[in-house]
């Protein structure tokens, strides 16, 4: 099962770059077959849960061994959350294709900010699976200074939100769709450092 798990995270990772790219470029045929994609990626973490369930039928472990298979199902289940929001992502920015011109979103938009949200959460997922492998200190540092900074970068853009929409409101529907995507990957990494906590506790 830890080595399905790893699979996930490198499978996660990405779908993470993907869906940021797209946010990035506003590209509505890739969005379109990232959604299109989705079911058979959900599906994949479906028979990891399935997998743990048939532990626990099949080898009826005892105490201890059940509590990491009922700590692996719950990684799982967060796993699965990570992957409806990447979904979420892109299905906003669809929404920002359909119904703003393209000139006025790369006016308005912080690129850097959103380019250095999805890499912080590339590395989460990445530590993630590392610490699957083997339990190594400094990975969880990582993992909880990624999610701080990712969340740093949330309040950042919110202040430039909220500035925007003060100085000309007819911005806003634009740059609350914008934000969303913003606040999605914050969303995201703080599952991750909830998954990082949950590995961590399968080594104790």
């Known amino acids: ?18 869906a940021g790219i797209i946010a990035l470029d506003y590209d509505g045929r890739k969005a379109n077959e990232f959604i299109a ?8 973490i479906g028979r990891y849960q399935v997998d743990c369930e048939v532990a626990i039928a099949r080898f009826q472990p ?5 509590r990491d298979i009922m700590v692996l199902f719950r990684i799982g289940h967060e796993l699965e959350r990570v992957l409806a929001l990447t979904l979420s ?7 920002i294709i359909e119904r703003f011109e393209v000139d006025n979103r790369k ?24 610490l699957t492998i083997s339990y190594q200190p400094h990975l969880v540092d990582r993992i909880k200074q990624s999610n701080d900074e990712v969340g740093l970068i949330k309040r950042r853009l919110r202040q430039e939100v909220n500035a ?26 703080d599952l ?3 998954v990082s906590e949950e590995i961590v506790a399968l080594k104790s």
Do not use: W
């Open 37 to 44: 994609n989705h079911e058979h990626i959900e599906n994949e």
């Open 62 to 66: 005892v105490a201890r061994d059940l």
């Open 164 to 189: 925007a929409v003060a100085s000309d409101p007819n911005k806003a529907g634009l740059m609350f769709y914008m934000f969303a995507v913003c606040r999605h990957y914050d969303s995201i990494a």
């Open 107 to 130: 006016r308005m938009f912080n690129r850097i900010e959103l380019i250095d949200q999805v890499g912080r959460v590339e590395s989460m997922l990445k530590c993630c699976q590392l």
């Open 89 to 95: 992502v892109v299905k906003k920015t669809v929404k």
């Open 1 to 18: 099962m830890r080595a399905s798990l790893c699979s996930l995270f490198i499978l996660l990772r990405d779908r993470s770059i993907e």
């Open 192 to 194: 991750l450092y909830s």
